[in-house]
């Protein structure tokens, strides 16, 4: 099995745990089963669908716009990686922090096509099972945390990331991101840090 | 409830196909390319630092210092993400 693929099935058991949180949480907020499941067909990015069933208690307006914050780093992700992904309606859907960050930085066109179909795959079928069973189960794991699952995530963007930091231009951004998005974190709602800190990319790429 | 889910999922998938639908020649100058090179990098680093202290500093900053050490070390993908989630799970089972 290429390693590319091993790594990616690897990346989908980890989120898939979560899906089991989701599910169980989606339901406990007052989501029926079919809803908490087109969430996670639907929607398909974590981080908003954990916001969407945190906040709609609340009211529907900061639980939509709350999941469009969130979900907006998505879009970004599409630039680079637009030559190489067709079709694009179909991979638009799994266009997500886990099959971005395996398809970024590639040495070949290939590499960069077999990292984003094979996360953005494994992780869609592990999120939207787990989603399923944890709807109907509860919270079959009952804190991803005793796992040390929460820190899975950042761990996997890290060594993704690492091979792109030895040059100094993505040196210098990747320490001006993560002092910007530390910097506004207790100042604003979530979602923004990171679109801050594309701001803060922007702004060296356009630099001359 | 099915309203706003709808909403929101659409508007989601909006974006994400938004992103990979700008027209190929506004991308194409070398600025253009240098940004859409460096906005993966600042949002992945970005994405390290708050999913790791967006709780304040506890026993993920030591999971995400074990996946540096296994970074350096030259460690397979795999075994970086695993020593991260073993130093925090084991952290919190002591502590």
Request: glycine residues 10%; contains cysteine.
């Amino acid at each position: 099995m290429p390693s590319i693929v091993r790594d990616a099935l690897g990346i989908g058991v980890a989120t898939g745990a979560y899906g089991l949180s989701f599910g169980a949480l989606a339901v406990a907020a007052g989501l029926t089963v079919p809803q908490a499941c087109a969430l996670s067909l639907l929607m398909f990015t974590g981080a908003s669908q954990f916001a969407f069933v945190g906040l709609i208690g609340g009211g529907a307006v900061a639980a939509v716009g709350t999941a469009l914050l969130l979900g907006a780093r998505n879009g970004l992700y599409g630039l680079p990686l637009a030559p190489y992904l067709r079709p694009r309606p179909v991979a638009a859907q799994l266009l997500i922090d886990e099959s971005a960050a395996m398809a970024v930085g590639r040495e070949t066109a290939s590499e960069t096509r077999l990292g984003f179909w094979a996360t953005g795959a494994a992780v869609f079928v592990c999120w939207n099972v787990a989603t399923l069973l944890g709807a109907l189960a509860g919270d079959l794991l009952e804190d991803p945390g005793a796992l040390g699952l929460d820190a899975a995530a950042p761990a996997a963007f890290l060594a993704l990331l690492a091979p792109r930091l030895d040059m100094r231009e993505p040196r210098v951004v990747a320490a001006l991101a993560v002092g910007s998005a530390l910097f506004v974190l207790p100042f604003v709602g979530p979602g923004v840090p990171v679109l801050v800190a594309a701001a803060v990319a922007l702004a060296c790429g356009l630099r001359s | 409830m099915w309203t706003p889910i709808l909403i929101a999922a659409g508007g989601c998938y909006a974006l994400k196909l938004a992103g990979l639908s700008v027209p190929r020649r506004l991308l194409d100058g070398p600025r253009a390319r240098r940004v859409a090179l460096l906005l993966p990098v600042a949002l992945l680093a970005a994405l390290i630092a708050t999913q790791t202290f967006a709780g304040g500093f506890d026993a993920r900053a030591a999971g995400l210092a074990a996946a540096v050490v296994a970074v350096l070390a030259r460690a397979p993908f795999l075994v970086v993400v695993a020593a991260a989630a073993a130093t925090t799970a084991l952290l919190r089972l002591v502590s």
